[in-house]
T-cell receptor, first 114, second 115 residues
Framework: KAGVTQTPRYLIKTRGQQVTLSCSPISGHRSVSWYQQTPGQGLQFLFE???????NKGNFPGRFSGRQFSNSRSEMNVSTLELGDSALYLCASSLEPGDDYGYTFGSGTRLTVV | AQSVTQPDIHITVSEGASLELRCNYSYGATPYLFWYVQSPGQGLQLLLK??????LVQGIKGFEAEFKRSQSSFNLRKPSVHWSDAAEYFC?????????????FGAGTILRVKS
């Protein structure tokens, strides 16, 4: 079966712009989590969605937001981009939150802010 | 809060040699532990996980890990490394949140394999 699909794979944006990233989970998976990966801070949790509801959020400013649709696809949005937002954004899906912790990660979206 | 430490930033081993990547965790109860591998430009692939039971866990690609509560460690091992194992390896622990949980990752260990 298809894995976790993240689009686009690469993105270049200018400071001050906003960006939307998309994540399609594995078919049947209802929980989607987002992580940011940077060389300086490593892998950090952004938020988790289940049944179209944000269940948890990491320690990120309000410029980072997300949502989940009824088909479990999720989007994350970053407004007023800063240079420090350049990162690999990873999405992970699982059947349900805490479901044997069977997280499957996508290949990520590489965001570069110039 | 739960945390994970990977003491080695880089490790270089010869092809065919054995490998051990170190991971130490901080968690009061029985932790849920994972090892992931990431190739350049790719996402994370799960190698193995530990929840309870047998402290020696077998994973994919010939990897295994041993949970040692007394040492708060979950080290990853492979008896004979292949050039294709060159990648970055992350140890992670499940951290409880108000609703549900998240993964907390170590800083990663970059494995180089020399021929």
């Amino acid at each position: 079966k298809a894995g976790v699909t993240q689009t686009p794979r690469y993105l270049i944006k200018t400071r001050g712009q906003q960006v939307t990233l998309s994540c399609s989970p594995i078919s049947g998976h209802r929980s989607v989590s987002w992580y940011q990966q940077t060389p300086g801070q490593g892998l950090q949790f952004l938020f988790e969605y289940f049944s179209e509801t944000q269940r948890n959020k990491g320690n990120f400013p309000g410029r980072f937001s997300g949502r989940q649709f009824s088909n479990s696809r999720s989007e994350m949005n970053v407004s007023t981009l800063e240079l420090g937002d350049s990162a690999l954004y990873l999405c992970a899906s699982s059947l349900e939150p805490g479901d044997d912790y069977g997280y499957t990660f996508g290949s990520g979206t590489r965001l570069t802010v110039v | 809060a739960q945390s994970v430490t990977q003491p080695d930033i880089h490790i270089t081993v010869s092809e065919g040699a054995s490998l051990e990547l170190r991971c130490n965790y901080s968690y009061g109860a029985t932790p849920y532990l994972f090892w992931y591998v990431q190739s350049p430009g790719q996402g994370l692939q799960l190698l193995l996980k530990y929840f309870s039971g047998d402290t020696l866990v077998q994973g994919i690609k010939g990897f295994e890990a041993e949970f040692k509560r007394s040492q708060s460690s979950f080290n990853l091992r492979k008896p004979s490394v292949h050039w294709s194992d060159a990648a970055e390896y992350f140890c992670a622990v499940v951290s409880d949140m108000e609703y549900g949980n998240k993964l907390v990752f170590g800083a990663g260990t970059i494995l180089r394999v020399k021929s």
